[in-house]
């Protein structure tokens, strides 16, 4: 999510989506998405006042902020991520007293039994290491804490639809952003890793959203350029931004409702 404003036009789709991509992720990506996931995240984590937390992977702090709200003003919460750009954007997202640091999921920058509850929303899918972070977040959690991780999957069909139309655009290896989203779908596999990273048994629960998205031209910008996908795709020329939209938007159809277009997930969450 390294590249600013992208270059395009006041008078496409994409020129109506300027700002950083983290910004955009805020401005876009959380109401509609991140929000609803981070709410059901963090009733299954039952935070109570007072209670030290630590969000891993906190993006632009959607959690992390229904997180303070929970634990008032005698907790503790902290937001960490990977990405600078996600964490300054999460820093002018909130007057509750956050801190937020720049670290990796394999090295959390915190001594051990720090927190009483970690939480993970929409990130651990991407760790290179999973059973590293999730036995990073049990060694900042006290004996008898919490875990909760929400992870997305499988693929609906309107995000393998985007998949499958982004490759003519920018090949394979981009578009494939798209699915590695949803690789982490088996819930088996989700409790057998915190399993293995010695947070006992988790149970897994399913949670079917329906999410109540922008009409198909400005959902796809708003995903495209609010992602790591904007690299690649803010240097796409008009015509070819045109082009890909109306191969998108062809596809995207069927999902269209009166007033925007919907898409159904499924959300897993591993509470231990
Ligand atoms: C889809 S966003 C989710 C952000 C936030 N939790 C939310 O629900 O909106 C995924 C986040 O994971 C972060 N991330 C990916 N790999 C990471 C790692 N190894 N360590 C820390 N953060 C990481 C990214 O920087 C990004 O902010």
Same mark, same amino acid.
């Given at each position: 999510m390294d590249t600013d404003t992208p270059r395009n036009d006041q008078h496409t789709t994409a020129g109506r989506y300027r700002g950083s991509p983290a910004e955009l992720y805020e401005r876009h990506f959380v109401p509609k998405i991140g929000l609803p996931?981070?709410?059901?995240?963090?009733?299954?984590?039952?935070?109570?006042?007072?209670?030290?937390?630590?969000?891993?992977?906190c993006g632009t702090g959607v959690a992390t902020?229904?997180?303070?709200?929970?634990?008032?003003?005698?907790?503790?919460?902290?937001?960490?991520? /990977? =990405?600078?750009?996600?964490?300054?954007?999460?820093?002018?997202?909130?007057?509750?007293?956050?801190?937020w640091r720049h670290a990796s999921a394999d090295g959390l920058p915190y001594g051990d039994d720090s927190f009483d509850v970690a939480l993970c929303s929409l990130g651990l899918q991407f760790f290179a290491d999973k059973i590293r972070a999730?036995?990073?977040?049990?060694?900042?959690?006290?004996? /008898?804490?919490?875990?909760?991780?929400?992870?997305? /999957?499988?693929?609906?069909?309107?995000?393998?639809?985007? =998949?499958?139309?982004?490759?003519? =655009?920018?090949?394979?290896?981009?578009?494939?952003?798209?699915?590695?989203?949803?690789?982490?779908?088996?819930?088996?596999?989700?409790?057998?890793?915190?399993?293995?990273? /010695?947070?006992?048994?988790?149970?897994?629960?399913? =949670?079917?959203?329906?999410?109540?998205?922008?009409?198909?031209?400005?959902f796809l910008w708003q995903y495209l350029l609010g992602t790591p996908l904007a690299a690649a795709t803010a240097d796409l020329d008009l015509d070819e931004q045109r082009n890909l939209e109306a191969d998108v938007v062809k596809r995207w159809r069927q999902y269209e409702t009166t007033d925007g277009s919907e898409m159904t997930i499924d959300l897993h969450i591993a509470v231990a």
């Open positions: 996931c981070a709410e059901l995240l963090v009733d299954a984590a039952r935070p109570a006042a007072g209670e030290r937390i630590i969000d891993v992977a902020r229904l997180a303070a709200e929970r634990v008032g003003p005698d907790g503790k919460v902290a937001g960490v991520d /990977g =990405h600078p750009g996600m964490l300054a954007v999460a820093q002018t997202s909130s007057d509750r007293p956050i801190e999730l036995s990073e977040m049990r060694r900042v959690v006290v004996n /008898g804490g919490r875990l909760a991780v929400g992870v997305p /999957g499988p693929i609906p069909p309107m995000m393998q639809d985007l =998949h499958d139309a982004l490759i003519p =655009h920018v090949g394979v290896e981009v578009a494939a952003f798209v699915q590695a989203v949803f690789v982490l779908d088996d819930p088996d596999r989700l409790a057998a890793l915190c399993h293995t990273a /010695g947070w006992g048994d988790a149970s897994v629960e399913t =949670h079917s959203l329906i999410l109540e998205l922008d009409p198909p031209a400005d």
